[in-house]
């Protein structure tokens, strides 16, 4: 069989190669878990395995793309009316709500921590602590492409102990001031410079701020809440 590393977690979509066919994104969604540590801020990661042949020990996010079952999922709360309306910039109302679910489902299935609370076997994810940070799209060209959304929540509204599920391993939250020296994709180093400037901001400028999609060879594009 073919080894297709990282199919479905859009951190790792930006290097793996070129290709003549036109491929259209697919929409995922990825999860900054983050928590005030001893060395200051944190965030939750996990390491690409060391057998993989396609970029092993890289650093990504918790995330996935959008399953059908997302659209439908029952949720113990909903989004807030601030994050439904970022992410509606780039999404119907039901595909926003689908990649928070989809965000939080990746988290339990990741991680093993829980957003939300199982009932019969299936989360009920908690949509209301998810703050939306920025968006990205895989360049043209590539042959897996992604419409990613990075979505936001502090580690306090998550519950459970970290346990891999053998997609990630070392997960566990890394300091900030670490990660510089840490083999990270260039995506998501831009998306980690995206949470360091929202981690800056108070509440207010949170809600105020213009908007970022990273798109093309990581062109940093600006745009407005509707």
């Known amino acids: ?14 290097a793996a190669g070129r290709t003549a066919r036109r ?3 697919k929409d995922a969604a990825s999860l900054l878990l983050w928590r005030e540590g001893p060395r200051g801020v944190e965030v939750l990661m996990g390491r690409r395995h060391h057998a993989l042949r396609f970029m092993p020990g890289v650093l990504v996010f918790p995330g996935g793309r959008v399953d059908r079952g997302d659209y439908r ?4 709360s909903e989004l807030s009316p601030l994050t439904r309306r970022m992410l509606e910039v780039s ?12 965000a939080a489902r990746e988290l339990h299935e990741e991680t093993a921590l ?4 199982l ?3 299936r989360l009920a994810p908690d949509l209301a602590p998810l703050s939306y940070l920025c968006r990205a799209i895989t360049p043209v060209g590539r042959p897996l492409r992604f419409h990613a959304r990075f979505l936001i929540a502090p580690a306090e509204a998550a519950r459970g102990a970290i346990q891999g599920s053998g ?11 670490d990660l510089a020296g840490q083999p990270v994709m260039n995506i998501t180093a831009l998306i980690l410079a ?15 701020r213009t908007l970022i999609a990273i798109k093309g060879m990581d062109r940093r594009v600006p745009e407005r809440i509707r």
């Open 91 to 102: 999404a119907r109302p039901s595909l926003a709500r689908a990649l928070a679910v989809a």
């Open 1 to 14: 069989m073919t080894e297709r590393p990282g199919a479905d977690n859009p951190g790792v979509a930006d």
């Open 23 to 25: 491929v259209t994104p």
């Open 73 to 76: 999922a029952p949720a113990l």
């Open 119 to 121: 009932r019969e076997g």
């Open 114 to 117: 829980l957003l939300g609370e």
């Open 167 to 177: 997609e990630l391993e070392e997960l566990r939250f890394f300091p900030m001031d």
């Open 194 to 208: 995206e949470f360091r400037a929202w981690l800056a901001l108070t509440p207010r400028g949170r809600s105020t």
